[in-house]
Structure formats: structure tokens, C-alpha cells
């Protein structure tokens, strides 16, 4: 340490300030080099999830197309959407179920997404109905409301 004092007390003020500032910029330019890879990490890590939630909402997209109405004449029942709900394992992630002039409002929350898609893919198979569907995805859980309705084929 004697001899570090002794080597910088011998150089010009002009050196001794390159010195003081090329530590400077060798602490900032570590310290970038240490946390650059762990913010670029964490980008991909956002980038991913982005992309999975893109392709996630155009798949709903998709599917909503796929199963949204067909005028019918025949009322649905409630043992038919319970029936549905528990065929597809919707059933637990029902918070509610409102009748709602020959239809039915069914709100969801929590559910995976691919359960969400069995609800939708069997009402549709058994001969239902969608005619509304507003679907909340972003923390990978679906909240849904949609509202079934139609005759049984």
C-alpha cells in the first residue's frame, strides 16, 4: 500500500486525475458489463412471454370465430350448461351462472386456458351456442365472461 501512495504522490496533478478517472470508467464500464446481461436476459424473458401471450389472444381469436352463433330456436337448460361445465372441467373456475332471457351468462375466473378451450370446443360439439365471450388473459389465468345459448343438434 506504501508504495501505491508513494507511486501516486510522485505523478502531476494531470496524471493523477487521468488515473482517478480511468478507474472511473473501469468500475462503470465493469459494473455495465455485469448487469448488461442480466437486464438483456430478463428482455428475452419479457420478449417470450409477449410473444406467448400474442399467440395465445389470436388463438382465443380463432376459436371465438369457430364457435360464435348460429340462430336457434330451442332454449338451453341449466342442467345442459352444468352438464357442459362439468364434461369439460370448467365446472371449479365458475364463479357464476345468470339466466338471462332464453341464454345463459357464465362468468369464469382463474381458469387454464386450455380447460377455457375444452368449454368452448364442447358447447360447440354438443350444439351450443357462444354469442358472447370477453376474455381477460394476461396473468395466464382466464377471466371470462360469455354468455351460451342454442339447440341441442
Known amino acids: 500500500m506504501k508504495k501505491a501512495r508513494l507511486f501516486f504522490s510522485?505523478?502531476?496533478d494531470k496524471e493523477r486525475w487521468w488515473i482517478v478517472i480511468g478507474v472511473y470508467a473501469i468500475v462503470i464500464l465493469g459494473g455495465g458489463f455485469i448487469l448488461l446481461?442480466?437486464?438483456f436476459n430478463s428482455y428475452v424473458k419479457e420478449k417470450e412471454q409477449l410473444k406467448r401471450t400474442v399467440v395465445e389472444f389470436y388463438?382465443?381469436?380463432k376459436l371465438i370465430s369457430e364457435v360464435v352463433p348460429?340462430?336457434?330456436s330451442r332454449r338451453v337448460s341449466l342442467e345442459d350448461i352444468s352438464r357442459v361445465l362439468s364434461d369439460s372441467g370448467m365446472k371449479p373456475f365458475v364463479v357464476s351462472i345468470k339466466p338471462s332471457v332464453g341464454n345463459f351468462e357464465i362468468k369464469v375466473d382463474g381458469a387454464p386456458a386450455d380447460v377455457f378451450v375444452s368449454a368452448l370446443k364442447t358447447f360447440k360439439r354438443?350444439?351450443?351456442s357462444v354469442l358472447y365471450v370477453n376474455v381477460n388473459t394476461v396473468t395466464g389465468k382466464v377471466r371470462a365472461l360469455f354468455t351460451v345459448?342454442?339447440?341441442r343438434q
Open 59 to 61: 388463438s382465443f381469436k
Open 37 to 39: 446481461p442480466a437486464a
Open 149 to 151: 345459448s342454442g339447440e
Open 70 to 72: 348460429r340462430k336457434t
Open 126 to 128: 354438443k350444439g351450443f
Open 10 to 12: 510522485s505523478l502531476s
